[in-house]
């Protein structure tokens, strides 16, 4: 039962990293859906019971992580798209969001 729980993450995590590279606003909806429930799926169990699942939640942990990073980079992006527009207008670009605030 745990592991197809964590089959599920993996493809999860895996469609979300695929739409993502692959500009599929439908697929990253759906991708984040599915990643949704399957997280919620996961939380009801108790894995601490589990400890022989270590390097599958380690594998599992990358995948979040690269979908993250992907997250990141697609954000970064809008942001500099963002800013070259104001700069376009004449203002300044505004800081809507800051990982340092205090």
Excluded: C
Excluded at 66 to 72: C, S, T
């Amino acid at each position: 039962m745990q592991l197809a729980i964590l089959d599920t993450l993996a493809g999860s995590h895996e469609a979300l990293i695929r739409a993502l590279d692959g500009d599929d606003l439908a697929g990253i909806e759906r991708a984040t859906a599915a990643l949704a429930e399957a997280v919620h799926e996961a939380r009801r169990h108790d894995w601490h019971a589990a400890p022989d699942l270590k390097e599958r939640l380690l594998s599992l942990a990358a995948l979040a992580q690269a979908a993250q990073i992907r997250v990141n980079f697609l954000t970064d992006m809008i942001r500099r798209r963002v800013d070259a527009a104001a700069a376009l207008r004449g203002a300044q670009p505004q800081m809507t969001y800051s990982p340092h605030a205090a």
